[in-house]
């Protein structure tokens, strides 16, 4: 049977306070940034099929989502900008 780990608690009452946040945060964030996936996921599968009416109505959907992202700290702005600009491209090579 595998060791189950136990979290080590922090002592001092700020450190607990940082530890609470910081678990707050990690959980919003990966949220966000899953969210942000599933948008550019869900453009690329449009593109796949060749529906560009779709792939377009998909990526005014994502590309809100990962500048969202950026503005919340999550992604950085060099990678939300090229997740976009290699979307569109993909939607415009459809033609």
Do not use: C, W, Y
Not at 83 to 92: G, H, L, P, T
């Amino acid at each position: 049977m595998a060791k189950v780990e136990e979290k080590k608690s922090a002592r001092h009452k700020s450190a607990r306070k940082r530890s609470i946040q910081n678990e707050a945060r990690r959980k919003r964030n990966s949220s966000i940034n899953s969210g942000a996936k599933t948008a550019v996921k869900k453009v690329v599968k449009a593109v796949m099929q060749s529906d560009k009416e779709g792939a377009i109505m998909l990526f005014a959907i994502a590309a809100p989502a990962l500048q969202k992202a950026v503005a919340g700290g999550v992604l950085h702005k060099k990678n939300a900008a090229r997740r976009i600009s290699r979307m569109a491209k993909k939607i415009n090579k459809l033609a």
